[in-house]
């Protein structure tokens, strides 16, 4: 183990430093890492994971590669399973989106720029969920940020641009409580869209069993 992190996948090679066997099975079978349901030490202890790759290899294929080494070197076994969770879809208003397409050529983005007033240049409708979650996915901000996570169901495939403010206006300071609150839902709402709350069907995996040493090579 060390204590620098890398992540490193290409065509060529798998090269990974101190990262949990969590992480690599999400990797593996293209998950988020809060859908793989695991013991509590796989979550904790930390490995460097190096392979490489045969020639000719293409980078789709490096996920069933890290699945074949997974259960070779620490004879994982898992099994898939299915999760319903709420979750908010993130739609169009009547009125349409109030935000233009970027314009071509222009030499602006794509970024997105500022603290709680965000100024975005050439932005996808899923960068700016991911905007909406990244709170939720730090398990940060608990009493104003979104709680669950949100799929783009705009429709709106090109790039934008835009502002929105979200979060406190400014930083809390003791009982000053003199701040102005953006929540998801008032970020979304003067661009022409909404959350509405729906339901999605997660794929699981299941780690039904897993070694703590792995084989050498």
Known sequence: ???????VIDASRVDLSGVTLATVVALAYRVPQDQVVAPDWTTQQRFDIQATLPPGSSKDQVPEMMQALLAERFKLAIHHDQKEEPVYALTVGKDGPKFHESVAGSADGP?????????CHKTTMQDLVDMLVLPY?????????????VLDQTGLKGTYDFAFDYGYSRPLEGPNTDVDLFTAFDAVRPLGLKL?????????VVIDHVERVPTGN
């Open 1 to 7: 183990m060390t204590e620098q992190r890398r992540k």
């Open 111 to 119: 970024d997105c720029t500022g603290g709680v007033h965000k100024i």
């Open 137 to 149: 996915r730090g398990r940060m901000g608990t009493g104003w940020a979104i709680d669950r996570f």
């Open 196 to 204: 509405e709350p729906t339901k999605r069907v997660d794929d699981i």
